[in-house]
C-alpha cells in the first residue's frame, strides 16, 4: 500500500458485476486492516476491517480478504451499483501502535 | 451526531500568512489526528495526539504545529504558509488501538 504515483489505478465495473479492489501492504508486522471509501469533496468513509487472526470478513455487500503470506488484501463489491463509484483506500495499522499507512488508492467507476 | 467536524472548509492564503485549522470530535474518542491528502500521494500523517496532553510528530510535520487543546478538539496551525501546503487536510478520531479512525470532511487550503 504504498504510493505511487500521480495516477491512480482505475477499476472499471458494469453496473451489477461484481468488483474486486487489491491492496499490497508493506509491513509483515501490521496486524489491522482497514478498507475506507472516498466520494469526492467528502472524508474518507470506513467500509470495513479486518484483523490479522481472520482471513476473511463479511459486510453487507462487501466482503475483505487477507493473505499474509504475500501481504495482500482485497475488498470485495458484490452487485456494484452507481453509489460504489469512488475511490478506495486500504490502510494498515503494526500491533500496537497508534498511525494507520494508507495506499495511495484505487478509482472504482461503475457503468450504468 | 456529527461526528469529527472540520473548520474551515475551504480557505484561501497568500504565502507567509498564518491560519489555524480547527477539528472537533464529539465521540468520546481518545486519538485524534491530522493528515494532508495530495493527488496521487495518499494520505500523510503531519501529526497525531494519542490522548489529551499528548501530540506526536507523523510522517510530514515540518512547517505545522498542533494543539491538543481538550479531547474534544485538536487543532492544526500553519505559522508561515508556503505554496507546498497547499492541499486538503484531514481530522480523523480513534478510540483505542486496531480500531477505526472516523473522518471530518476536510479543509480544502490553496496557498498563492
Known amino acids: 500500500g504504498e504510493s505511487v504515483g500521480l495516477h491512480l489505478p482505475t477499476l472499471s465495473v458494469q453496473e451489477g458485476d461484481n468488483s474486486i479492489i487489491n491492496c499490497a501492504y508493506s509491513n509483515s508486522a501490521s496486524d489491522y486492516f482497514i478498507w475506507y471509501k472516498q466520494e469526492s469533496g467528502k472524508g474518507p468513509q470506513f467500509i470495513i476491517d479486518?484483523?490479522?487472526?481472520?482471513d476473511k470478513r463479511q459486510g453487507q455487500r462487501v466482503t475483505v480478504l487477507l493473505n499474509k503470506t504475500v501481504k495482500h488484501l482485497s475488498l470485495q463489491i458484490a452487485a456494484t451499483q452507481p453509489g460504489d463509484s469512488a475511490v478506495y483506500f486500504c490502510?494498515?495499522?503494526?500491533?500496537?501502535?497508534?498511525?494507520?499507512?494508507f495506499g495511495a488508492g484505487t478509482i472504482l467507476r461503475v457503468k450504468s | 451526531n456529527a461526528g469529527v467536524t472540520q473548520t474551515p472548509k475551504f480557505q484561501v492564503l497568500k504565502t507567509g500568512q498564518s491560519m489555524t485549522l480547527q477539528c472537533a470530535q464529539d465521540?468520546?474518542?481518545?486519538?485524534m489526528y491530522w493528515y494532508r491528502q495530495d493527488p496521487g500521494m495518499g494520505l500523510r500523517l503531519i501529526y497525531y495526539?494519542?490522548?489529551?496532553?499528548?501530540?506526536d510528530k507523523g510522517e510530514v510535520p515540518n512547517g505545522y504545529n498542533v494543539s491538543r487543546l481538550n479531547k474534544r478538539e485538536f487543532s492544526l496551525r500553519l505559522e508561515s504558509a508556503a505554496p507546498s501546503q497547499t492541499s486538503v487536510y484531514f481530522c480523523t478520531a480513534g478510540q483505542f488501538f486496531n480500531q477505526p479512525q472516523h473522518f471530518g470532511d476536510g479543509t480544502r487550503l490553496s496557498i498563492l
Open positions: 490502510a494498515e495499522n503494526m500491533e500496537y501502535g497508534n498511525k494507520l499507512v
Open positions: 465521540m468520546n474518542h481518545n486519538s
Open positions: 495526539s494519542a490522548s489529551e496532553g499528548t501530540t
Open positions: 479486518i484483523r490479522s487472526n481472520m
